[in-house]
């Protein structure tokens, strides 16, 4: 069975900078396509940032060219490098692999609160 624990939040200030990580654990092959959320009290789950089979990269056009998603097959970890921090990008980031994947499942998150 594999879970996924993000780690790699905290409390920055606008303008600084964070990376994010998802390590899987347990049984696992190997992690491909993963999709990071987010997701503020009141407010929708986002998705943020995707990667997929290949390596093609997507992200949501709030955090496009801040947010970078990158993947570490030997080490079963994916990564969100998120620069340029603004206070609305205060949420509590997760990490789901794909359905029909091994790892569709959410982890615990991870909390990120930037300040002014």
């Known amino acids: 069975q594999v879970q996924l624990v993000e780690s790699g939040g905290g409390l920055v200030q606008a303008g600084g900078s964070l990376r994010l990580s998802c390590a899987a654990s347990?049984?696992?092959?190997?992690?491909?396509?993963m999709l990071w959320y987010r997701q503020a009290p009141g407010k929708q789950r986002e998705l943020v940032a995707a990667i997929i089979s290949g390596g093609t990269t997507k992200y949501a056009d709030s955090v496009k060219g801040r947010f970078t998603i990158s993947r570490d097959k030997d080490k079963n970890t994916v990564y969100l490098q998120m620069n340029s921090l603004k206070p609305e990008d205060t949420a509590v980031y997760y990490c789901?692999?794909?359905?029909?994947?091994?790892?569709?499942?959410w982890g615990q998150g991870t909390q990120v609160t930037v300040s002014s």
């Open positions: 347990g049984s696992i092959f190997s992690i491909d396509a």
């Open positions: 789901k692999g794909p359905p029909n994947t091994d790892y569709a499942s």
